[in-house]
């Protein structure tokens, strides 16, 4: 079964947009084997817009770029394949693709074939310039039957930016993985903004089809194509333990061949992958602060893991450092259980102890606090 758990890899729109060639795109495979990057799980490497000449050939077929692929997408496949990596294209449902190269629209079943005969395994498809008089679902739907028609088993990644609420119907269609949101920007407030806005639809995501609020920013500070300033390493943090508490993919944009050791190891922090990676896939509970004003920005969570452990998650998205407290009785555990919750802290490992009735935690700014947590009696 494809996408048994949130989709893990790289993708080149984040940092390289247009300035993508094949050595680049080896160099990224070996970066994510020698940097330890597949054996954290990340396993897709992606090419995104930006790889095909300008138009088909006599025959109708995609034709990679001959200056930027001048050795043919089936060569730049087989090498990704021989690091033990799987190799991810993109398209889209549209007349043209977003930076006007041609699109799959009416060509489905010809380019899910081509897709296949190049090795591809993931297949990511936009929906810029989508026709007016264009039916969405079905647009979307005759690309899936068309990937499972196309001879290789193909991960099919959508891209409609939430346009008619696709995690109400993105699951029916066969569809793997789909974009809820709008691009992504390397900046606190726009993960911020993709991050919760989806909060209420994460209960969509469950093996084989997940919400995807777009790619990881961790470790561009502001270099590359959708560069905006960029984040603290604080904001890094609090994006990856969000996107990580929230179960969605995880792919990442930065251009790992030299992020720096904190978002290295941040983004192959075994622990919050396997958060991500549970096999239960269940969505984050928001608990909220009763008494806490709205325009603290605050937001705690517990996830249900399936070992029978559970995550607490304190985030402040607010601007001021904050004291958040989470009351036991908002999961379940009211005083007179006579339970609480042993803690332990996610990131510095520290033994937390036993708290009953409620636990309050100091976060910074911008910040997150994550226990693992284990109901105990008191
Ligand atoms: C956007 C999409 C981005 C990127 C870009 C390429 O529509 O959301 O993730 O793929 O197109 O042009």
């Not at 087989?78 to 799987?86: A, F, P, Q, R």
């Not at 958040?324 to 803690?343: A, K, N, R």
């Amino acid at each position: 079964m494809l996408a048994q758990r949130p989709p893990m890899g790289w993708n080149s729109w984040n940092t390289f947009g247009k300035d993508i060639h094949e050595d680049l795109i080896k160099e990224m495979a070996d970066a994510m084997v020698d940097l330890g990057y597949l054996d954290a799980g990340y396993t897709y490497l992606v090419i995104d817009d930006c790889w095909a000449e300008k138009q088909r050939d006599e025959n109708g077929k995609l034709v990679p770029d001959k200056e930027k692929f001048p050795s043919g997408m089936k060569a730049l496949s087989d090498y990704v394949h021989s690091k033990g990596l799987k190799f991810g294209m993109y398209s889209c449902a549209g007349l043209r693709t977003c930076a006007d190269y041609p699109s799959s629209y009416g060509h489905e079943f010809v380019d899910a074939k081509t897709f296949a005969e190049w090795g591809v395994d993931f297949l990511k498809y936009d929906f810029c310039y989508f026709p007016q008089s264009g039916n969405c679902k079905q647009a979307y739907q005759t690309m899936s039957l068309a990937l499972k028609h196309s001879g290789r088993e193909i991960l099919f990644s959508a891209c409609n930016w939430g346009v008619e609420d696709p995690w109400n119907w993105m699951r029916s269609i066969g569809v793997h993985m789909y974009r809820s949101t709008g691009d992504i920007q390397d900046k606190f407030e726009s993960f911020k903004k993709i991050g919760l806005s989806q909060v209420d639809n994460l209960c969509c995501s469950a093996p084989g089809c997940y919400n995807d609020p777009d790619m990881l920013i961790v470790g561009m500070y502001g270099k590359g194509n959708v560069g905006l300033g960029g984040c603290t390493d604080e904001e890094y943090r609090t994006h990856f333990a969000m996107w990580c508490l929230f179960g969605v993919p995880l792919m990442m944009g930065g251009d790992i061949r030299n992020v720096n050791e904190f978002s290295r190891s941040l983004m192959q922090n075994k622990e919050l992958i396997a958060i991500n990676q549970d096999e239960e896939a269940r969505p984050p509970y928001r608990v909220y602060n009763q008494g806490y004003p709205n325009d603290w920005d605050t937001y705690t969570f517990i996830k249900h893991l399936s070992n029978g452990e559970y995550v607490l998650a304190y985030f402040n998205m607010g601007d001021e450092d904050r004291k958040l407290s989470l009351p036991f009785v908002g999961v379940g555990l009211p005083y007179y259980s006579g339970c609480g919750f042993h803690l332990t802290d996610i990131f510095s490992g520290e033994d937390m102890g036993a708290h009953y009735d409620i636990y309050s935690a100091q976060v910074p700014a911008h910040g997150c606090r994550l226990f693992r947590a284990k109901v105990v009696d008191l």
